[in-house]
């Protein structure tokens, strides 16, 4: 399959902020620590600027079967170089001084999710990408709902 051209179906970044206790001056601010998948919830776990631990936990069962999330995967900077050229919308931010995630909209990641003729983003309309990025890795969710994100106190 060939890239997708440039122009209206390249995916998009569009910056996502759902809470602002994240602090940092940009995304290698981020230190990830683990990706868990146990049998009820997903995890991401990482470090701030501050040094603060923040939690990503997806685990709203997905009706009628009882997975949290229908994919992730992890990757580096030099696996996912291709988002270096991708577009981004920044209307979503709510403090300059907070970090960020993104969700991606004509994503090629549910475009490949799509292929599953049986639980597609035809089947669940509201499935997203979320992509979390630190200065080295990159994590990526397709679910159908925002996870909770907790600061966990130390």
């Not at 290698?28 to 991401?44: E, N, P, W």
């Amino acid at each position: 399959m060939k890239p997708k051209e440039r122009g209206k179906n390249m995916e998009k970044l569009h910056a996502w902020q759902p809470v602002t206790f994240i602090k940092g001056r940009n995304h290698a601010s981020l230190g990830f620590l683990q990706v868990t998948a146990y049998m009820d919830h997903l995890k991401i776990s990482f470090t701030d600027e501050t040094g603060a631990l923040i939690e990503v936990i997806y685990d709203q069962p997905i009706s009628p079967v009882e997975y949290y999330v229908w994919s992730y995967r992890f990757s580096t900077e030099y696996g996912r170089f291709d988002l270096l050229s991708r577009e981004r919308e920044y209307s979503g931010l709510k403090d300059k001084d907070a970090l960020h995630f993104y969700k991606v909209s004509n994503s090629e990641y549910i475009e490949w999710f799509d292929r599953n003729p049986l639980v597609n983003s035809k089947t669940h309309p509201a499935l997203e990408h979320h992509l979390y990025l630190s200065g080295n890795e990159i994590v990526e969710v397709l679910s159908e709902y925002e996870p909770r994100f907790i600061k966990v106190e130390q």
